[in-house]
T-cell receptor, first 116, second 118 residues
Framework: AQTVTQSQPEMSVQEAETVTLSCTYD???????LFWYKQPPSRQMILVIR????KQQNATENRFSVNFQKAAKSFSLKISDSQLGDAAMYFC????WGFGNEKLTFGTGTRLTIIP | NAGVTQTPKFQVLKTGQSMTLQCAQD?????MYWYRQDPGMGLRLIYY???????DKGEVPNGYNVSRLNKREFSLRLESAAPSQTSVYFC?????????????????FGAGSRLTVL
């Protein structure tokens, strides 16, 4: 079974600075998807960024980018120019590619605090 | 476009009572899911339905039943609630799609339902 590990329960960063959240995963599959979801205090789960394992290029979405290291099974999220609205729980998630395997496996989350 | 709607948002039950959490999506997605979220444990899959007419157990199915009523609706039932089922429950849906489909495989979540079992 696949597992996802987020080893940083809490992180904090000064506003406008850069922070990196770590995620590692364990799988025997060669093709899969990785995601970062954000959960603000409103409790709503919001997709931040998605990476397909077959793509070597790291995904980026505005101030959010990932460092995908397939051989090391590492998928970290970098947030640049941190803003107060970035304060939230961040979850890393994994799913196998292919029909019939759509379920996501989540890590335990990292709570990010932004210091004004 | 409402996305994924789940009801109720809050519920308090006594041990042994039953209840059903309702979920509906209006995005014509094939797959639907029920997760529970507990402090320090992330989201854990209870049940999922890859398509209308099919359901499968996830990581923590004990004490729950589900029904995929049609393509839009996927309900979660607690037959005899226990304090260990106190949690926040999320319904989600996703589309399939192949490579290059930017919306494929992305789960869209409902707003969550906080359930307390006394």
């Amino acid at each position: 079974a696949q597992t996802v590990t987020q080893s940083q329960p809490e992180m904090s960063v000064q506003e406008a600075e850069t922070v990196t959240l770590s995620c590692t995963y364990d799988t025997s599959e060669s093709d899969y998807y990785l995601f970062w979801y954000k959960q603000p205090p409103s409790r709503q789960m919001i997709l931040v960024i998605r990476q397909e394992a077959y793509k070597q290029q790291n995904a980026t979405e505005n101030r959010f980018s990932v460092n995908f290291q397939k051989a090391a099974k590492s998928f970290s999220l970098k947030i640049s120019d941190s803003q107060l609205g970035d304060a939230a729980m961040y979850f890393c998630a994994y799913r196998t590619w292919g029909f019939g395997n759509e379920k996501l496996t989540f890590g335990t989350g990292t709570r990010l605090t932004i210091i004004p | 476009n409402a996305g994924v709607t789940q009801t109720p948002k809050f519920q308090v039950l006594k041990t042994g009572q039953s209840m059903t959490l309702q979920c509906a999506q209006d995005m014509n997605h094939n797959s639907m899911y029920w997760y529970r979220q507990d402090p320090g444990m992330g989201l854990r899959l209870i049940y999922y339905s890859a398509s209308e007419g099919t359901t499968d157990k996830g990581e923590v199915p004990n004490g729950y039943n589900v029904s995929r009523l049609n393509k839009r609706e996927f309900s979660l039932r607690l037959e005899s609630a226990a304090p260990s089922q106190t949690s926040v429950y999320f319904c989600a849906s996703s589309d399939r799609g192949g490579r290059g489909n930017s919306g494929a495989n992305v789960l869209t979540f409902g707003a969550g339902s906080r359930l307390t079992v006394l």
